[in-house]
């Protein structure tokens, strides 16, 4: 067996088609940009551009657009070895609109299903999703069959251990993705009981646990089974608490919004890095608020990912120039 990857992800993949022009609504755009997207190959690319060797797991459609994202996958140095195609579906697309600071409503193109969502146990490297360093797995691969399965079996293949070695659950709620949201927790419950660090904004702790409230939500996905809960607050920044009752709670960094798309899949991407390097929980939590924060400066989230040099510049700084 070759060397471990230091993350694996498993999950969504798309064709992300930003507007090229900012506060226009969809029916006045003229011209837009096309990237690689999904939360699941973002941090993939995120993890990437940090200097970590990464793949992905996840399907696209037997189309232009398939060829597309495998091409800009390997360009990003994310290794696609377990990115297969589905015959008669086509490769998800998403449009964006862009109202800076805080408005960008999503269109998701996934009918009649994503190709994402038929991932099979039955095809999964499990000796390596088991060997990873990280593996990181979002809450949408839980929304459909055979997607649930195989992504509860990825989980079950993972040793147990400290966040250091972790299984990463990426709250990632998506109500468009699910018939009634009320299916969603059994769901999460099971993936929490796997996972070793929980990460999500304010409606997605709320899904997993019934609680909103930052610090209330934190420890219900310590009780869940985690042993670090990332809880992000938007603008009041990121509380993290660790079963070892350290916590850490940052303030996001400044920065002047393009579009705030992409900036949780910077911010996944970093904190793979940090856990990965040993750092303790505040740094951690700075490091990857700074990558968030560069990205969210961007029009775009793929490519927009930062280089280490980028966030430690941020860090340094307390801002984004």
Known sequence: MTDPYDVITMGRIGVDLYPLQSGVSLAEVTSFGKFLGGS???????????????AVVTRTGEDPFGTYLHRALREFGVDDRWVSGVAGLPTPVTFCEVFPPDDFPLYFYRQPKAPDLEIHASELDLDAIAAARIFWMTGTGLCAEP???????ALAARPAGAPAGATVFDLDWRPVFWADPREARPHYAAALAHATVAVGNLDEVEIATGEREPLAAARALLDAGVELAVVKQGPKGVLALNRAGESAEVPPLPVTVLNGLGAGDAFGGALCHGLLAGWDLERI?????????????????????????????????????
């Open 40 to 54: 699941a190959s973002n941090v993939a690319v995120a993890a990437a551009r940090l200097g970590r060797r990464v």
């Open 147 to 153: 997607s649930r399965t195989a992504t509860l079996a």
């Open 285 to 321: 939590m700075r490091y990857a608020n700074a990558a968030g924060a560069i990205v969210a400066s961007r029009l775009e989230c793929s490519s927009a990912m930062p280089f280490s040099g980028e966030v430690a510049s941020a860090v340094e700084a307390g801002a984004v120039t």
